[in-house]
């Protein structure tokens, strides 16, 4: 999971939501890039937020 939420925030989440490995405080140029990469490794990737 990335997300710009503060770590703290970004662990309820991620504990709640089951996910294991999470990146917080990502700024939207560390989304892209973290993106991009697991893609040209061949992973599907999913994009879910608030559009803020």
């Known amino acids: ?10 662990r309820a989440i991620a504990m709640e939501a ?10 939207p140029e560390t989304k ?4 991009k990469k697991l893609q040209s490794e061949g992973h599907a990737v999913v ?4 559009g803020i």
């Open 32 to 35: 892209e890039n973290y993106i």
């Open 18 to 27: 089951g996910v294991d490995a999470f990146v917080a405080s990502a700024l």
């Open 1 to 10: 999971m990335l997300t710009g939420d503060n770590p703290r925030a970004a």
């Open 47 to 50: 994009v879910v937020g608030d």
